[in-house]
C-alpha cells in the first residue's frame, strides 16, 4: 500500500505522459505485452509514469506504437 510519503515522491519525481497511438493488433507478442505492462488498454488512452530507466526501456521497446510526451 502506497502512503502520503511514496505518493508525494511520485509527484515530485519526472514524469512521462504516454499514449498509445497505434493499435497492437498484428503486432508480435513482446510488444502487445510491453504496451499492457505500461498500462495501456485502448487506442488514446494517456497514463502518467514515473520516467525511469525501466519505463525508459520499455518505451523505446515499442516506441512506433506510443506518442510520449514530457508531463
Known sequence: MA???DNAALTMAKTVKVTLV???FGQIHRHRATV???GLRR???TVVLADTPEIRGM???SRHLLRVEEA
Open 3 to 5: 502512503t502520503k510519503k
Open 22 to 24: 497505434k493499435s497492437t
Open 36 to 38: 499492457r505492462g505500461l
Open 43 to 45: 487506442m488514446h488512452q
Open 59 to 61: 518505451l523505446n521497446a
